[in-house]
């Protein structure tokens, strides 16, 4: 696919039917206007995550069947906005201050979907050279369960002055919020027994 530069597997947890329409080049996108990435379909950046997500839905909806799609996102670098870069979240809260203000819109700030879904409309109003598809942000999932080599370490990091210095977390996980179906390629329902890495190491 010429003009595409970046693969990404992704991972969508939802109902059996919805995962298996979406195999079938459905697509579901969120109209979020919240606190997360705004309007699109959400992915996980790998299958731990989903599989984490997975979990919590069993447990709120036990009446309900999941499962987990997999697919490869497709796209160029400019297709994505990426907020776990600071510089690229400065951007967007500055230039979403001066649109509302040219504009005459009353944005609230403290909704980052919100405030992406205005800069995305800006941008297609304005006919921009590059309007992003994608949009990236890291999440805190501060009730993950501690276990594994960096999980376990981070015990050791509260309650003293190391609490406020740099660390590794296993605390913080990945999503994407996809606008443009075309993105999604191969997609299929993701296989457990072909995801999860053995635990044993092959030297």
């Known amino acids: 696919m010429a003009g595409f530069d970046i693969m990404i597997p992704v991972y969508h947890v939802d109902t059996e ?6 195999v079938h080049g459905g697509f579901f996108p969120s ?61 967007v809260k500055v230039f979403a201050i001066r649109f509302s203000g040219e504009f005459d819109v009353d944005l609230d700030m ?25 949009v990236k942000e890291h ?22 002055r190391k609490k406020v210095i740099p660390l590794p977390t296993s605390k913080v996980k990945t999503v994407y919020a996809v606008r443009d179906r075309s993105l999604l390629q191969r997609r299929e329902i993701a296989d457990p027994t072909k995801e999860v890495i053995s635990d044993e190491f092959s030297f």
């Not at 995550?49 to 490869?72: E, G, M, R, V």
């Open 139 to 160: 999440g805190l999932y501060p009730k993950t369960k501690i276990k594994g080599l960096i999980g376990s370490n981070e015990i050791g990091y509260h309650g003293d």
């Open 17 to 22: 039917s919805q995962n298996d329409k979406f």
């Open 110 to 134: 403290d909704k980052n979907g919100e405030v992406i879904n205005f800069l995305h409309d800006v941008l297609e109003k304005r006919q921009a050279k590059h309007i992003f598809s994608v």
């Open 31 to 91: 109209q979020e206007d919240g606190v997360w990435a705004g309007k699109g379909m959400y992915f996980w950046d790998n299958f731990s995550n989903a599989k984490y997500w997975l979990q919590i839905q069993h447990s709120h909806l036990p009446d309900k069947n999941f499962n987990t799609s997999k697919s490869k996102l497709i796209c160029s670098e400019k297709d994505i906005l990426d907020m776990t870069r600071t510089d690229t979240s400065q951007e």
